[in-house]
């Protein structure tokens, strides 16, 4: 026990991997914030110079990049709707509208403070149920992912305002985007017209900016002359009041981050989407409503994505297997310096399980530090005459688009769904859905043909499967529920009832 | 007309300039390495740990970047799209000599110039440890009395996984279900949780796995016993017939424009050599169960010849290969 506290310590008082947690962290924040550059890239190109260093000092600093990153992709998300990362997008649904109510130092305060705490319960769960946890990941068989990527593709109703069948053609758009490249199982191309640039497929994040930020940014030109929004910035730091009236929500979206988190096959963004339905279907009577600048839509998001984190780590530190692509970078890294990441890393090494959670504990509270000082200046950006802020997204988004792979190829994509996106925003669909179904549509295409091929290419036996195996019936309902609340039907059964 | 004569001037002065940058003081700034698969993979580990040990051989900087896609044809087709001045070069895998015969590209390995064939990786065929088999021999047995009930994670055409399965099947019968992954990790992480019943994996993946018990190899592809796990018994032990195709194994190379200069290629070629040769190096493959090559000019030439012809025909004879060696004048091993 007492060598558990020193290696949980070991962080907080070597003076050195201090100073690298909290250069990580600070770094990180705006390696978030900036849309392309992501911490999967700022830790794969880390790992190239802390090879001459102490394997604690490399983990020190990606811990810190990687608290900072995830939580930084919400300020260009609040501040410009143009989310830093694709786990920042739920938070730009009301994020955004905060900021064109001149509450960006609330919503950024707020984002910060829950972002901590999202954290911090990531860590908890860490601590205290990964062997467990990371045990009951491995259960997640194809057929169950198939199940969450069709779970997730019908949070579609809660992200496409108005109308439905607007949403449902831009999920479905996402989805055919998502499908470009070659085959996983078979090589062959699809959707490719015989470019060898498109063999790769085209990256969400490519999709992303170009969506968010160029169509944003063409938006915006229509209201070219328009008086910017002045900002509030008295009150920054969220009252506790407010804090903990938010509490119980945080905690249940935490937990839906840490879990999806912990899954190999998902990550914070499918969690922070999620999360975001969860809140939509749990809060009935938000101060705002939902999509118009609600403080419920902004705490869900957040907390799930930094709780994934947490998540992200456990099936890392217990079994070597990664939770993301981070987490398959750090495990680069280990091999690097010489370690062994796998089931007997606990054993064989028993320091880095403990002095991790302790440098993610110090990563969050850097991370409340750094996140509320300097939100006045941040908050000075949205006050910028639209005649300076446009071009300077307009260059954000081409530069953050080439350092993503160095393809030009993919800035000409980028700025043509910026194209397409902003005659979409003109007609009323949302971006959120398309990113959905983006993220969501190689996920379901792969677990699918996965949970086919393991049953041999039988049908009956795979549906089979869906309402015999415990965890994939509670999936399965979950899906039936979820399909059924949204239509008529309930409303017809609970007239009936009544 | 001053004007123009000082334009010519400029212009001569100017490629003179370049060519003597190209010929005699290379390298003169940072060459671009294009690591062809993602990061946190075998290859994009061993071009990161590799690469600091050149840099000093070649004193200059060598800025990593991973272009992963397509089985790695979109980061081959960019080094060959860049010019042939040596401040590109590919880190890749063994996947580009099988492009021709899988139709996934027509150009290949000898399309481009070998620097060095770094190492090669062992292949261990594992299986989740509560299963009843204790070797290949078992599993093939369970295979030809229950055809095409078990589940092999691969990770899709022209990967590992596949390919050990065809050089099998073009000695004996192994009908499975294929389920396809992402790659190793992902398909790890489903033998770990029974999602599937046997998977081909490189040595250095799964190691961990099955010191930990978690994992039982049932061989591995090689004619002797290997002294990472002892235990493991050769692939030969089942199946005779594949003494043929071995030594066989992924690898990784370093390789430029096939139009490079001589001269670049033979500093490089220096570099890599004095870079792979280093202990630390050395030891990193050791640790990761990958056999140290370092094969430059002809000889690595020969290797890549000898690999694919092996590896090509093998698919032929499994029916694997979508155009035929025959067609493609890859010679029969």
Redesign the interface.
Known sequence: MPETVSYFLMAWTDPSLLLLTAAGTLAGIYVGALPGLSV??A??IL??FT??WDINQALALIVGIYCGGVYGGSRTAILLNIPGAPSAVATSFDGYPLAQRGEVGQAIGLSTVMSVIGGLIGVLVLASVAPFLAEMS?????RDYFLIAGLGLLLVGSLSAQSLARGIFAAALGGVIGLI???????EPRFTLGF??L???IHYVVVMIGMFGVAEALFQLHQLNAETVRQKVDRIVPSLNLVLKFLPLSIRTSIIGVIVGAL??TGGDIASLFAYDHAKRSVKNPAQPFGKGAYEGLVAPETANNAAVGGAYV?MLT????GD?VT?????AL??H?L??????MIQTPHIFWFTVGNLVLANLFLLIFGLTGIRIFARIVELPRAILIPTIMVLCVVGTYSL???MTEVYWMLGFGLVGYFMKIYGFQMGPVILGVILGPLMD?SY??AM????NDGTAFLLDLVTNPLSLILTSAVILLLLSNTPLRRVLSRRSR | MIRILLTGLAVMVGTLGITSETLADYPERNIEGIIQW????AT??VA??L??HVEKALDTDIV????????G??GM??VMHKPANGYTLLYGAENPQLYPV?D??SYDYSDMTPINIIGQGLVVIAAPADKDWDNLGDLLDYAHQHP??L?MG?T???GLPDTVLAMINSVDSLDV??????GD??G???L??G??DFMPLSL?GA???I??G?LKPLAVVAKEPVDALPDAPPITQALPEMESYLPWGPFWAVSVHKDTPDQIVKTLSEAYRKGVANREFQ??LK??GAEPLNLQGEEARDFLKNWQSVTAWALENAGSAKVSPEELGIPKP
Do not use: C, W, Y
Request: glycine residues 18%.
């Open positions: 999967t890239m830790t794969s790992i190239s090879f001459a491995l259960q997640f068989a194809p490249g070659l085959d996983p199982v078979t090589a060898t640039n063999m790769g497929g190999p096959g099936p079994l070597g297997m990664p692509a398959a970078i750090i495990i680069g091999v690097i010489g062994n990441p796998g089931p007997m890393l792979n160095s393809s792969k043909r996965q091929s393991s049953v041999g | 993602g990061a946190g993979g994009d580990n990161r740990s690469t600091p990593l970047n991973n272009r992963p896609g397509g089985t044809v979109i087709n960019a899988l996934l590209a095409g009930e589940r691969s899709g055409k022209g279900r294929n389920v396809t992954f992402g990790g992902p790890i992480t489903a770990l949780g999602h599937i250095a190691q961990e796995q010191e930990a978690r030891q990193f640790n990761n």
